[in-house]
Each structure stands twice: as structure tokens, then as C-alpha cells.
């Protein structure tokens, strides 16, 4: 594990002449940045430059926008924050593959966003690519009982801009040292769906073409069962892929992981995983993290493919990723082995997730930033 950055920041948040933070730039649609520039009767070519400059370069800042009249790069500066987002620290696991970024937002709230590299395989298939988890609330209210971000509680829910600045971070990094980031996955901190206009409105934006560009099918929001939020998704014309974190096939065992299905069971949240299928023909994806002694049983598999049966859908298993503060440990990779034959002698589609970041704590489920943890640097005995 390597710091790779603790301040000075690389991005920033403009203090205006009030003391108060500017509005982040990227908390405008293309349509209300056109409606800015037009009412400063700037010329309407202006709205794509900036938009440019701000989705598609490397630049931290409004002053390299070389194409922009000075004039209004003054004025930009000293009306908007370039991001809403300021690093704090910057740390790389040992392996180099994962990174996570804390960033404070301009409340001086804390988030964590995460950066996961991935290479071609070493028999030439698959290819390098770059995905970014980004964090959706400050906390979360849903209290899964095996998460680090359930421990915190929920402080606010993130703007667009705080969402769209997490990616943006990334990607501006990665396009100068690739592979540049072509995935975004709504699976930091928070409920996605509990935050669903901000995140809409963060998809709109990265997948605009004249945006950030990147593809809808790249995009992965994951619920814990939101059920409201998922008929609604279907609704959406982003062709997004939902995952959804299911953990168990049974109420008995379900109720315990998470809290959310005293209010939306299993059998519903099945149902309303049908229904999102009839309406959109998108695969599903269930996230099931293996917990030893917990989940990990093979009548609960079998119980799964009875679950599922019929539904189009990929079942990843996670092992579960320690946090100190919790109970529950991972389970056994015979368990995990066995458990995935199963699925798989079953005809599901079933994969084994391969953990990164956990030696930073940037695994599923260890984000967190308000609960007093073990820092983040590693000992040495000599
Ligand atoms: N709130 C959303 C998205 C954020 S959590 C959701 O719950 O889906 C992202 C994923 O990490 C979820 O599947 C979640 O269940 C999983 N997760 C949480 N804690 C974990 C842990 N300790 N180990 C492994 N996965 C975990
Ligand atoms: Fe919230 Fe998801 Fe963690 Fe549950 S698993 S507490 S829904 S972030």
C-alpha cells in the first residue's frame, strides 16, 4: 500500500467573495450551462468548449481552457467550482490494481470513491480496463448488518455534481495514465435508489455523448431492494444494468443481512425483479456475499436456483470482506467453491468476484469514513 497524495489538493472548491463555496460547474446540464452563457451573450459554440474542457480533458481547473476567452474563464472561476469534490488522500494497494480517493465536499463532508484496474488475461483474452465505485450518500440509513457503511448512519445524500466529480476524478487520472475508465458502478457508500434524481441525473450527464460520454450499459446501479426505485428504473431510457444485493434466498436468513427486507421480502423482491426483466429484457444481476456459517450452506444454494428459476439473471458471489467493527467472517473458499457448483450444475450463470483493495479497505462494503477505524497505514515489525 503506497499514499499516493495527501493534500496538497489536486482539485479544488472555489471560495467566493462571500465565504461561501461556489456551485460546482458540474451541477449544470448542458441546457442550463447554454442558458448561463447565452443570458453573458457568449457566443453558443462557448457551451461545448467548456463542456469539453470540464468532461473530456485532464485539466483540474478553469485556466487551461486555452480556447476560451480569458474574460470568461475569469468569469467561470470566480462563479463556479471546477469540482465539488477536494482530495483529501489518495491511497494504492499493493498491488497497484485498486485505489481509493477520500474527497471532501464542500460541506466538509467525507466520501470514498474507488478506482479498480484490470488487466488482460494471462491466456490473451478479456482486456485492460478501468472501473470507478462511486459513493452515493454520505452514510447510508439501511444498516446491512455486514457493512461498514451501514455503521455510519446516514448524514445527507450526495448531489449530482458530488456523484458525477467521484467519476470525473478518475477518468481525468486514467486518461493520463490508462486504461481510462469506461465502467461506473453505483456501489460505494449509500443507497443508490434512496438518491434516485441525483443519480439519474449523475447518469444523464456521464453518458451524454457530448458529456463524458460512456456507454448506459456501462453503468451498474446496485440496490439493496429498493423496490419503488426499481420500477422506476425500468421507466428510465438509460438502458443501465441494475444489480441487486439479494444474500439470501430466504426471508429467515435475509431479515438478519439486511433490514430493508422486513419492509420489501424476498418473494416481492423477486416479483419486482420479473417485472423490471418483462419490461426492460435486461439480465439481472444478484450480488450475494458469502458469509461463513451465515448464507453459505448448500440448501441455501439450492434454495437459490429455485428462486431464480426462469429469471435471466448472473449470480456473483462476493466473499465477504472483513470489517473489524462486525461479526461476521468469510466464508471458507470450499464454501464458496461448492456453493458456485451448484449454481452453476443448475445452468445459472454464477461468478466468483475477485476482491480488490481490501489491504486499503476499499472492498465492497468496507467503505466508511466516520466511524473511528485502524488507520491506514501498514506496521512494520522491524
Ligand atoms: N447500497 C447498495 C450499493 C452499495 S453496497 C447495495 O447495497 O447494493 C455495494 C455492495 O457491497 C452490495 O452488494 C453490498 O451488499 C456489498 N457489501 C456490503 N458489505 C460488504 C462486505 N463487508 N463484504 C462484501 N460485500 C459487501
Ligand atoms: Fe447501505 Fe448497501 Fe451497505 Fe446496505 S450494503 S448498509 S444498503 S451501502
Given amino acids: 500500500m503506497a499514499t499516493l497524495a ?72 470566480e462563479t463556479y467550482a471546477f469540482s465539488s469534490a477536494e482530495v483529501v488522500t489518495q491511497v494504492a494497494s499493493a498491488d497497484g490494481d485498486t485505489t481509493k480517493a477520500v474527497l471532501r465536499l464542500a460541506d466538509g463532508a467525507l466520501i470514498e470513491t474507488v478506482l479498480m484496474q484490470y488487466h488482460r488475461r494471462s491466456d490473451g483474452t478479456g482486456a485492460d480496463r478501468s472501473t470507478v465505485c462511486v459513493s452515493t450518500q454520505v452514510g447510508c440509513a439501511l444498516q446491512c448488518s455486514f457493512c461498514a457503511t451501514g455503521l455510519m448512519g446516514l448524514t445527507r445524500n450526495l448531489t449530482a455534481a458530488e456523484i458525477i466529480d467521484q467519476a470525473l476524478h478518475f477518468l481525468r487520472r486514467t486518461r493520463q495514465r490508462p486504461p481510462v475508465v469506461r465502467n461506473v458502478v453505483f456501489m460505494g457508500m449509500g443507497e443508490p435508489l434512496l438518491n434516485y434524481a441525483a443519480c439519474l441525473e449523475a447518469v444523464a450527464r456521464l453518458c451524454d455523448p457530448l458529456g463524458a460520454g460512456l456507454g448506459p450499459p456501462r453503468l451498474t446501479i446496485s440496490t439493496s431492494g429498493w423496490l419503488p426505485g426499481i420500477a422506476r428504473l425500468a421507466n428510465e431510457p438509460w438502458p443501465v444494468r441494475l444489480a441487486v444485493s439479494l444474500h439470501a434466498p430466504t426471508n429467515a436468513v435475509r431479515d438478519e443481512l439486511v433490514p430493508l427486507n422486513r419492509r420489501y421480502p424476498v418473494e416481492d423482491l423477486l416479483a419486482a425483479c420479473r417485472a423490471y426483466q418483462a419490461q426492460t429484457g435486461r439480465r439481472v444481476t444478484f450480488e450475494y456475499t458469502m458469509l461463513a456459517g451465515v448464507n453459505d450452506s448448500p440448501a441455501l444454494a439450492r434454495a437459490l436456483v429455485k428462486l431464480v428459476r426462469g429469471l435471466d439473471c448472473h449470480i456473483n458471489l462476493i466473499p465477504m470482506n472483513p470489517v473489524a467493527e462486525l461479526p461476521y467472517a468469510p466464508s471458507s473458499d470450499e464454501a464458496v467453491q461448492a456453493f458456485h457448483r451448484t449454481l452453476r450444475q443448475a445452468g445459472l450463470i454464477a461468478t466468483i468476484r475477485r476482491e480488490m483493495g481490501r489491504d486499503i479497505q476499499a472492498a465492497c462494503g468496507q467503505l466508511q469514513t466516520t466511524v473511528r477505524r485502524r488507520p491506514l497505514v501498514q506496521e512494520h515489525s522491524s
Fill in 6 to 77: 495527501a493534500a496538497p489538493p489536486t482539485e479544488h472548491v472555489a471560495a467566493a467573495a462571500t465565504g461561501r463555496p461556489n456551485p460546482p460547474i458540474t451541477g449544470l446540464s448542458w441546457a442550463a450551462l447554454q442558458e448561463v452563457l447565452a443570458a453573458r451573450s457568449e457566443r453558443p459554440f462557448r457551451t461545448e468548449q467548456v463542456v469539453r474542457w470540464v468532461y473530456r480533458s485532464t485539466i483540474t481547473d478553469f485556466a487551461p481552457m486555452l480556447n476560451v476567452p480569458q474574460a470568461l474563464r475569469t468569469w467561470l472561476a
